[in-house]
Nanobody, 121 residues
Framework: QVPLVESGGGLVQAGGSLRLSCSSS????????MGWFRQTPGKEREFVAA????????NYADSVKGRFTISKDNGKNAVYLQMNNLKPEDTAVYYC??????????????WGQGTQVTVSS
């Protein structure tokens, strides 16, 4: 198991910013590809962003490109999602996810409990 704990969610007005954090107190995240996903009631969980464990390559969903930035701080054993210019459609529960160590694929096997982000219009 990889216990992942998210924080930083909340209520913000459209156009505002939030920074989500994800960390683990018992497992090293530096050797794992980390991702953020989100889910709204009645919909499937969707990919938001990922940062690869080697090389630091990042991927983003088209809907958040240019507004969200994913980053890792291996020294703090944490991953972040900086969300700018938030829109009401960004409202969702956001989940942090991790792959197995040194994985060459993006199979996210470990998930946090989620943090609610609500964007008011």
């Amino acid at each position: 198991q990889v216990p992942l704990v998210e924080s930083g969610g909340g209520l913000v007005q459209a156009g505002g910013s939030l920074r989500l954090s994800c960390s683990s107190s018992t497992r090293t995240l530096s050797s794992r590809t980390m991702g953020w996903f989100r889910q709204t009631p009645g919909k499937e969980r969707e990919f938001v962003a990922a940062v690869w464990w080697t090389g630091g390559r990042t991927n983003y969903a088209d809907s958040v490109k240019g507004r969200f930035t994913i980053s890792k701080d291996n020294g703090k054993n944490a991953v972040y999602l900086q969300m700018n210019n938030l829109k009401p459609e960004d409202t969702a529960v956001y989940y942090c996810a991790a792959t197995a160590p040194r994985s060459e694929n993006s199979n996210f096997d470990y998930w946090g409990q989620g943090t609610q982000v609500t964007v008011s219009s």
